[in-house]
Structure formats: structure tokens, C-alpha cells
């Protein structure tokens, strides 16, 4: 509550009322694209704190809206913006087009593809704000423009793939490579095998877009096994942020914290399981490793906090929280209101990764995710953990974590 009220001072104090999307002493450095600051505005309503709401939508909505969308950059809205607001998506430049926005700064380019998603689920936080208020018409505008997302993707390829101002695919095409220093030209420090993920908010609608749970559960495993495809010379000084790599997969950046959760809603969250206790045990040892990336915002260090203990909130806004695996046999957190929330996983160990039943406040409990209010007042998610993964627990037809789409 406190963090939310000083970033509303924030705002005012720069004058425009815009919501802050890198906030530091000095005020807001303007760094970063779209404007997920939205997104803990949405999840602090949807978990009842108390905070100035109508004051938070508008500096939110004036963010979104008055500011504009190119990254790093603290200019009002200009012809980018309008033709997003008009078309639902930022355009790409041809390889042999020049820069026309003076908005665009000239290192981090325009970022298409990523402030076109980014952007689409900062509107359904937006539209969750806009609903907690009585706002139904904004509510609705909102919901509908976060489905933007839509607009850039390849169903050739099942990517999300640039489109210039024209609607035409950007090509040839190379979802590794394309996009010049950190693929900033189309994506932003990660490449399109990352973005291909970033739906945080209706990840139901993604598995439909790739053409129901089987394929998306492929090109799942495919991200994580898709090697590098040239030298780690010429692939790092290209994406040197792309670090922390299993394939495709970048554990060091973070567009990529959500991904190995992804399995949960698909029906397969053995895989799940399996795959944070790999990037646990791989990325974030004891000793000289250290961090596989850059700790922007403690977006990393939460990463492993939450999944150490159990759980991940993959989409802030929604107020559930995806079930990984444990790293401990028992661990307890105190909350704010001085109850406490118990997770107890006999066995689990570095074999026993798997969890073969499960219990909730002492009900069984058969999906792989819970909810902010199974938590709030306080009780206890006991894991049973074992060495062989159980296929079919957590995978039942309407077992998956919430979506925009299924609520």
C-alpha cells in the first residue's frame, strides 16, 4: 500500500499524472516498455488492499494512453500511438525503412512485437481496475484490446512475428536472430522464441491459438531443447541479455520467469516440476554461479523465493497462484494480517520432485494452482512429493489456472 501511494506521489509530483513505469529516488526514469506498474495496481485490488483506486485508474489509464508507448522514452503519445489505438498493434520497420517517430529512441528502436504484448495485458489489467470500479463500458473497451495480442500472430508458425505499418509479415524471418542488438528491432533483449510466451494474462487463448493443448505442450518442450543455432560468440553478442539459456529458454530475463509454469495449463504440470526444479538447481546455486542475469525490480529474486517455496503468481491482476515444486519439506509464511500459510512437501529432495497427491486446508486437492483467498486468512498445501512424476494429477480437463478466457 505504501509502495502504490508513493507512486501515485510520483506521479503527481512530475506533473503529468502519468503512472510510473521505472520509479527510482529521483523519480521515474521512463526506462523499460509498456507500463506493467498497471499490473500491481490490478493485483492490489484484486487482493483487497486499500488503496486510492480512482486516483490509481487514471494514472494508469494516462500512462497507458497519454504517454507514449515507445520504450525509454518520456514524450507524449505520438503517431505510433495512434496508429496501436487505431490498428491494435505497434508496426515494424522494413529492413530498408528509416525511423519517422521521434519518440523512438535510438538504441532500444521501437520493441514491436514486445510493446504489443506488453501493452495488450497492461489493458486487461487496466480492464480489471476499470471493472473493480463500476467503470463497465472501460471494463469492456479495455478487455477487448487486451485480445491485441492476436493481431501479431503468425499462424504459420505459431510466433509472434513482426507486421510493418502496412499489415504485411516482416521477411525472411529468423525467430533466433532477426532484430539486430538484443532483437530490439522486433522483440526487446530476448528473442521471438521468448515472446512467443508473453500472454500472461489468457494463456488459455494461446493454447487455442497454437491449436489445443498438444501442440502448445510441443512447442513448450521445443523452447526448452531448441539449441542455439550458431556460436555462443555471435548468439551472446547479439542477445547478451538472452543469458541463463536451456535452448531457447532465457532464465535470466524477465519475459521468461513465467514459461516453465506454463505446463500447468496444458494438462502436463509434471513438466512443470521438472522444469523448475532444473532452472533452481541449474541457475541459482550456492556458490559462485551466482545470478544468471540482470536483477531488474527483484523480478528474479521473486522468481526464486516464490518457487522455492511452492507457488508462482504467473499473472498479477488474477489473484491465483500457479503450484510448482517445493524445494523444502516444510516452510511457513507469516502475512500481514498475522496469519500463516503453511506449505509442507514430505520427501521432496533434489530425486523426489514430483508431487503425487496433494491436500488444501485439508480438502484433497486436484489442480495444480490455488487462490489468493485459499491463502489470505491463513492455512496449509501439503505436497506429497516422489521420484516419478504423477501424470495424471493436477491434468483433469478443467483443472487449469484461471485465464481471461475461462473466467
Not at 522514452?73 to 517517430?101: H, M, Q, V
Not at 530490439?184 to 489468457?202: L, M, T
Not at 500463516?340 to 503425487?356: D, T
Not at 483467498?373 to 496449509?380: A, E, F, P, Q, V
Request: proline share 6%.
Amino acid at each position: 500500500e505504501d509502495i502504490i501511494a508513493s507512486f501515485l506521489l510520483m506521479a503527481e509530483q512530475m506533473g503529468t499524472m502519468w503512472m510510473p513505469t521505472f520509479p527510482e529516488v529521483t523519480g521515474d526514469s521512463r526506462r523499460m516498455n509498456s507500463n506493467h506498474a498497471v499490473a500491481t495496481i490490478a493485483d492490489a485490488l484484486a487482493k483487497g488492499l486499500n488503496i486510492d483506486a480512482s486516483k490509481a485508474y487514471e494514472a494508469c489509464r494516462k500512462g497507458i494512453e497519454e504517454k507514449t508507448l515507445a520504450p525509454w522514452s518520456g514524450a507524449a503519445a505520438g503517431w505510433l500511438d495512434e496508429f496501436y489505438r487505431d490498428n491494435g498493434y505497434i508496426p515494424a520497420l522494413r529492413p530498408d525503412e528509416k525511423e519517422t517517430d521521434p519518440n523512438v529512441h535510438p538504441f532500444e528502436k521501437r520493441q514491436p512485437v514486445a510493446v504489443t504484448l506488453g501493452t495488450s495485458y497492461d489493458q486487461w489489467c487496466l480492464s480489471r481496475i476499470a471493472d473493480a470500479l463500476g467503470k463497465k463500458d472501460e471494463a469492456a473497451h479495455y478487455l477487448q484490446c487486451s485480445y491485441n495480442y492476436r493481431n501479431i500472430f503468425n499462424k504459420e508458425t505459431s510466433f509472434f512475428h513482426p507486421k510493418d505499418k502496412e499489415g504485411n509479415w516482416i521477411t525472411p524471418f529468423d525467430y533466433r536472430y532477426s532484430g539486430g542488438m538484443g532483437a530490439r528491432e522486433y522483440y526487446g533483449e530476448n528473442n521471438g522464441w521468448v515472446y512467443r510466451w508473453d500472454v500472461p494474462h489468457n494463456v488459455a487463448d494461446l493454447v487455442n491459438l497454437m491449436g489445443g493443448k498438444e501442440q502448445f505442450i510441443a512447442n513448450l518442450d521445443r523452447t526448452f531443447s531448441e539449441p542455439l543455432g550458431r556460436s555462443k560468440y555471435e548468439f551472446y553478442s547479439k542477445l547478451p541479455d538472452h543469458t541463463g539459456n536451456v535452448g531457447q529458454f532465457s532464465m535470466a530475463n524477465e519475459p521468461s520467469l513465467h514459461v516453465p509454469y506454463l505446463y500447468n495449463y496444458a494438462g502436463q504440470p509434471w513438466k512443470t516440476q521438472k522444469r523448475i526444479r532444473q532452472m533452481l538447481k541449474t541457475w541459482f546455486r550456492n556458490d559462485l554461479m551466482g545470478m544468471p542475469g540482470d536483477e531488474d525490480g527483484g523480478g528474479m529474486t521473486s522468481f526464486v523465493v516464490f518457487s522455492s517455496l511452492g507457488f508462482y503468481p504467473v499473472t498479477p491482476g488474477m489473484p491465483a497462484y500457479n503450484i510448482g515444486s517445493p524445494l523444502f519439506t516444510n516452510a511457513k509464511v507469516t502475512l500481514s494480517n498475522g496469519s500463516v500459510f503453511e506449505i509442507e512437501a514430505p520427501n521432496a529432495s533434489e530425486e523426489n520432485k514430483y508431487i503425487q497427491s496433494a491436500t488444501l486446508n485439508g480438502q484433497k486437492w486436484e489442480k495444480p494452482w490455488f487462490s489468493h483467498d485459499d491463502l489470505k486468512n491463513g492455512g496449509k498445501l501439503v505436497l506429497k512429493m516422489g521420484n516419478k512424476p504423477n501424470k495424471a494429477w493436477g491434468s483433469g480437463i478443467n483443472a487449469a489456472p484461471p485465464s481471461a478466457d475461462s473466467k
